[in-house]
């Protein structure tokens, strides 16, 4: 019967049976005995609702903590990962002798473009979302009332300002040497290649011919260019490129070295050029016809324009110390 049952459920529970089931199957139960075993029934329900509050209120406490130590531990581990890049990166640059050659000061400047590029964003955003977590855990701990984190020495956002400051200055400071030990190997060379040159030459094809076919590609052609201080406008790669490579679409170690060598080739001078005007047949060189000389296309455009009015002569000689 499930009055019997009932009651049966509420004593294992711990309320007494106050009255029995034949008095309840009555046509009219004593009143009074009903309500005081119903008034025990809603004490005991009651109670049971208090602690199941006062549980949940303990677990939302507990899991808050857990979320706000997770939270600093984040905060720390990746505080000390910004301080020791901070302090690598600086003892690096601050330790950095200075290059020897032109290809390695160049080097240099591209090994530099490279942090800049992949490195630098990545700290810098690195720090900001690290200020942001310190600053939502504080703000959390104070809207419930409770105490400030207390962050471990050294790692406060105050100090990753300052040694954020202090990256920059070493960056600025290690930028301005490189660039300025760059322009010194802007010189005025004999006729002659020095054969350190050839040699950095040489040993850009190689570093780029990474299968060492004997052969390089278009990337790899204008990134061993680069290697070495010679560089080609985006908007002239392709037709330099094409010229030398031809109808393989690769360039060879001699080509390579060849049209390189061109570069540091100084035997260029007002006479030689004024000689090799006269021979090419443009005529007089005060008022040259390029065209006439064979020169086409896109170098018979920009020659035209920066010469506008024709005197060949004049612009060479304002062009040479």
């Given at each position: 019967?499930?009055?019997?049952?009932?009651?049966?459920?509420?004593?294992?529970?711990?309320?007494?049976?106050?009255?029995?089931?034949?008095?309840?199957?009555?046509?009219?139960?004593?009143?009074?005995?009903?309500?005081?075993?119903?008034?025990?029934?809603?004490?005991?329900?009651?109670?049971?609702?208090?602690?199941?509050?006062?549980?949940?209120?303990?677990?939302?406490?507990?899991?808050?903590?857990?979320?706000?130590?997770?939270?600093?531990?984040?905060?720390?581990?990746?505080?000390?990962?910004?301080?020791?890049?901070?302090?690598?990166?600086?003892?690096?640059?601050?330790?950095?002798?200075?290059?020897?050659?032109?290809?390695?000061?160049?080097?240099?400047?591209?090994?530099?473009?490279?942090?800049?590029?992949?490195?630098?964003?990545?700290?810098?955003?690195?720090?900001?979302?690290?200020e942001t977590l310190y600053a939502n855990v504080q703000t959390e701990l104070s809207a419930k009332g409770m105490l400030p984190w207390e962050c471990p020495d050294g790692l406060d956002p105050e100090v990753l300002e300052k040694e954020g400051a202090r990256l920059n200055a070493a960056q600025a400071a290690y930028f301005d040497k490189i660039r300025t030990h760059r322009f010194t190997f802007i010189e005025v060379q004999d006729n002659k290649i020095d054969e350190k040159v050839k040699q950095e030459i040489e040993v850009a094809f190689?570093?780029?011919?990474?299968?060492?076919?004997?052969?390089?590609?278009?990337?790899?052609?204008?990134?061993?260019?680069?290697?070495?201080?010679?560089?080609?406008?985006?908007?002239?790669?392709?037709?330099?490129?094409?010229?030398?490579?031809?109808?393989?679409?690769?360039?060879?170690?001699?080509?390579?070295?060849?049209?390189?060598?061109?570069?540091?080739?100084?035997?260029?001078?007002?006479?030689?050029?004024?000689?090799?005007?006269?021979?090419?047949?443009?005529?007089?060189?005060?008022?040259?016809?390029?065209?006439?000389?064979?020169?086409?296309?896109?170098?018979?455009?920009?020659?035209?324009?920066?010469?506008?009015?024709?005197?060949?002569?004049?612009?060479?000689?304002?062009?040479?110390?």
């Amino acid at each position: 019967m499930g009055v019997e049952h009932a009651f049966k459920n509420f004593e294992e529970l711990g309320i007494d049976r106050l009255i029995e089931v034949e008095d309840m199957l009555v046509d009219s139960p004593d009143e009074k005995q009903v309500m005081t075993y119903v008034s025990e029934l809603f004490k005991f329900l009651s109670t049971q609702d208090f602690k199941q509050n006062a549980k949940d209120h303990l677990n939302r406490l507990i899991q808050f903590l857990r979320r706000i130590r997770g939270s600093c531990d984040q905060y720390e581990a990746g505080a000390q990962e910004y301080l020791e890049h901070v302090k690598a990166q600086t003892a690096e640059w601050e330790g950095k002798s200075l290059a020897e050659s032109k290809g390695a000061a160049q080097q240099d400047i591209e090994d530099y473009k490279r942090y800049v590029k992949d490195m630098q964003p990545a700290f810098a955003v690195k720090k900001i979302d690290l200020e942001t977590l310190y600053a939502n855990v504080q703000t959390e701990l104070s809207a419930k009332g409770m105490l400030p984190w207390e962050c471990p020495d050294g790692l406060d956002p105050e100090v990753l300002e300052k040694e954020g400051a202090r990256l920059n200055a070493a960056q600025a400071a290690y930028f301005d040497k490189i660039r300025t030990h760059r322009f010194t190997f802007i010189e005025v060379q004999d006729n002659k290649i020095d054969e350190k040159v050839k040699q950095e030459i040489e040993v850009a094809f190689e570093r780029f011919d990474k299968d060492s076919s004997g052969f390089i590609e278009r990337e790899e052609f204008f990134a061993a260019m680069t290697s070495i201080g010679v560089a080609i406008p985006e908007n002239q790669q392709e037709a330099t490129f094409s010229s030398i490579a031809g109808a393989d679409d690769k360039i060879s170690k001699e080509e390579y070295t060849r049209y390189m060598l061109s570069f540091f080739d100084t035997s260029d001078s007002v006479d030689g050029i004024l000689t090799s005007c006269s021979k090419a047949g443009g005529g007089d060189a005060a008022k040259y016809d390029f065209a006439a000389a064979g020169i086409t296309g896109e170098e018979l455009e920009f020659i035209n324009s920066a010469c506008g009015d024709g005197n060949f002569e004049d612009f060479i000689k304002s062009r040479f110390k």
